[in-house]
């Protein structure tokens, strides 16, 4: 079986700084998403899981390649060296280009900052001396410059390449002596043209293309990746604000230059750049209607008055609430802070520039809208049609035996949400004030969160909610809490499958232990699977219970960055209420029948009928490679089970048995590692 390279991985562990990481996510997000998933990954991730499958580009951003080496020299470095041999891709802005070069040269002869070293890497199989320009200071923006550099047309010959433009520096090297390494797959695709203040040898390249085995490295010196919009004039440093203004005057050309760069090294870049969404207002309804208003009743003990106006405001977010009278179609700009809520909002003459920088979306004031007297009509929610989501759930509802009525029948909706998980998880006031089966979706995420290291890409067209599940202490005996994973993932397969009629051939599978596959709809094989899909379970034990938010994520009519199920040639296409109605109602029943009977014989059937492992042989590498064939789930406590293969794959009488959240699989390659 094989997968797609659809993940962008940011290295943010020990050696990246938090502003380096921002920026890189900011710009490459924009101009890579939704094809790809542009996320954050640490040193143990890259050590010890299996990113590389799945990994279009590695990344390794701005900081302090010491701090690189300190956490991946040895086997960190092996896998990211094979990983690029075997085809992969990586890319080095600043320290990460230290870090790729044979050589690292750093202020040699300040004995305060001096770093000198080989490295293991050496995908530029030279050295790379810095400072280029003098000044530099950790952790701070004195020794800033903006920069000229001259592209190389000859060697990015993809998308609209600039003669010249000025790009963020502060700290970089030179590619010492690149012309001459032509000969070793080396292409200069960048130079200084001011005079430096080291020696650089036979030209003066910023950044360099380095031909590795079947894949390919492009280090940087400069920061392209910066955007001027996202730099502080005003902060305390003479002359930045200058360094600034240059640097906002050649925004376009630094972004065709890193969009030529991304060209060159074979990834799909957006031809226009992915705007940053703003939040929109959410909207709070009810199947019956009068349930509105009760459930607001049980939140009245943490609702403030402020100014006339209700607010809760609660660990991780503020909410503002409004009736659907009170408020107009408007821009959420008017709720953005410039630093906090009770400061002067943003006016309507302000930079059009500044609204679309990075945002700290916790610090938004999210505008929440209790329809208390009917339920949201079209206007309202233009991407979201309330009365036949409801409509189906109760349809669906009739059709059941085993469903509560529970699950979705309190709704709460949003065109634009940081993270459905997040919005309940995260805020404990009113997550202990919610019933079991109340529902949060959306039309798009800015901020989804994934199992471990993982993420869920959230463009328009995924479905995407979070259901709460109040699970008692005393159920734990005969349902533990641990199998909501896999009663998450056998209601999206179910629910997919009876969707309606014909509807059950839809090729969809489970894969340990709680991500959903489809069969690729361009094989013709059938033997390639890709990730539509994905499940996460966060719980809190509080008074005898556990408050649990299940979130997932779920390709529905959205071709990026996978595949879709609407690409599966469905009788009719899906439409994301009455999905979402579906799988709800279907979570209702299993959640039901697993409360009574816990994950007996019928689970098991059902599970194993739908997963993809069966039989499947394995290395187990935490193991000493040890084979083992995979041959289910524990009954207890969801652990996969497996048994030890000796000579010739012959069972040894020993059974393993692997923690979901200690182990990933990468069943691609037949692999399960350790994780941290």
Not at 153 to 161: E, F, I, M, N, R
Not at 165 to 172: E, I, K, L, V
Not at 517 to 543: E, M, R
Request: hydrophobic letters at 35%; a negative charge.
């Amino acid at each position: 079986m094989a997968t797609k390279r659809m993940n962008i991985l940011v290295y943010s562990g020990n050696g990246s700084t938090v502003e380096s990481v921002r920026h890189c996510l900011y710009t490459l997000r924009r101009l890579l998403s939704p094809t790809y998933a542009v996320i954050t990954v640490n040193g143990d991730a890259i050590i010890k899981e299996p990113w590389t499958a799945s990994c279009a580009l590695l990344v390794f951003p701005g900081g302090a390649d010491l701090g690189y080496c300190r956490t991946l020299n040895g086997q960190g470095n092996q896998r990211i060296g094979q990983y690029v041999d075997r085809g992969g891709l990586y890319l080095g802005f600043c320290a990460g280009g230290y870090y790729a070069s044979k050589r690292c040269e750093f202020e040699v002869g300040d004995k305060r900052m001096e770093v000198i070293g080989n490295r293991e890497l050496a995908f530029f199989p030279g050295t790379c001396r810095g400072c280029a320009f003098s000044g530099f200071v950790y952790h701070s923006e004195a020794g800033t410059r903006a920069v000229q550099i001259r592209t190389s047309k000859a060697a990015l010959t993809k998308g609209l390449v600039p003669d010249v433009f000025r790009s963020y520096y502060n700290g970089g090297g030179v590619f010492v002596d690149a012309p001459k390494f032509k000969d070793k797959g080396v292409e200069v695709i960048a130079s200084f043209t001011d005079s430096l203040d080291v020696d650089a040898g036979e030209g003066s390249a910023c950044a360099v293309y380095c031909k590795v085995g079947e894949g390919a490295a492009l280090l940087t010196s400069t920061h392209p990746e910066f955007s001027a919009v996202n730099l502080d004039p005003d902060i305390d440093v003479p002359g930045f604000a200058e360094v600034v203004e240059a640097l906002r005057k050649d925004e376009q050309q630094r972004t065709d230059f890193l969009k030529a760069c991304l060209l060159k090294m074979g990834l799909q870049v957006n031809q226009e750049q992915t705007a940053i969404p703003s939040l929109s207002r959410l909207h709070l309804s009810s199947a019956v209607i009068s349930d509105t208003a009760q459930l607001l009743e049980t939140l009245q003990d943490i609702i403030t008055i402020r100014d006339g106006e209700e607010y809760i405001t609660d660990d991780n977010d503020t909410f503002h609430l409004e009736k659907p009278s009170r408020w107009s179609l408007g821009s959420i700009a008017d709720a953005l802070p410039v630093t906090t809520e009770n400061e002067t909002k943003k006016s309507e003459d302000d930079d059009p520039e500044d609204q679309d920088k990075i945002i700290d979306y916790d610090k938004i004031v999210k505008r929440l809208v209790v329809h208390d007297k009917y339920q949201p009509e079209s206007k309202d929610t233009p991407y979201f049609n309330h009365q036949a989501f409801f409509v189906n759930l109760k349809h669906y509802e009739a059709q059941s035996r085993e469903s509560t009525g529970t699950f979705g029948k309190n709704l709460l909706y949003g065109e634009v949400v940081t993270s459905t998980n997040t919005m309940l998880e995260k805020n404990t006031q009113i997550l202990q004030r919610l019933p079991t089966g109340f529902t949060a979706t959306a039309t798009v995420q800015v901020a989804g969160r994934g199992r471990g290291t993982n993420v869920w890409v959230s463009p328009a067209g995924s479905l995407l909610f979070s259901t709460v599940i109040r699970h008692s202490m005393s159920l734990m005996p005969q349902a533990p809490v641990v199998f909501l994973q896999y009663i998450a993932a056998l209601a999206i397969v179910e629910g997919i499958k009876t969707y309606d009629r014909g509807y059950e051939r839809i090729p969809v599978r489970l894969k340990w232990p709680n991500d959903i596959f489809a069969a690729d709809p361009t094989d013709s094989t059938g033997k390639t699977f890709v990730k539509i899909g994905g499940i996460l379970v966060n719980s809190h034990y509080s008074a005898s219970e556990y408050l649990c938010v299940v979130g997932i994520g779920l390709n529905a009519t959205n071709a990026s960055p996978t595949t879709s199920l609407n690409a599966l040639s469905p009788p009719s296409p899906f439409t994301l209420e009455k999905l979402l109605a579906r799988v709800l109602t279907c979570f209702s029943a299993l959640y039901a029948r697993f409360v009574r009977t816990g994950f007996d014989r019928y689970f098991q059937d059902l599970y194993y009928g739908h997963w993809l492992h069966s039989e499947q042989v394995v290395t187990l590498e935490a193991e000493s490679g040890v084979r083992a064939r995979i041959k289910g789930i524990t009954t207890d406590w969801g652990l996969l089970r497996a048994e030890e293969l000796g000579w010739e794959d012959r069972p040894t009488g020993k059974v393993l048995t692997l923690q979901s959240d200690s182990n990933s699989f990468d069943f691609f390659k037949g692999l399960i590692k350790r994780k941290v």
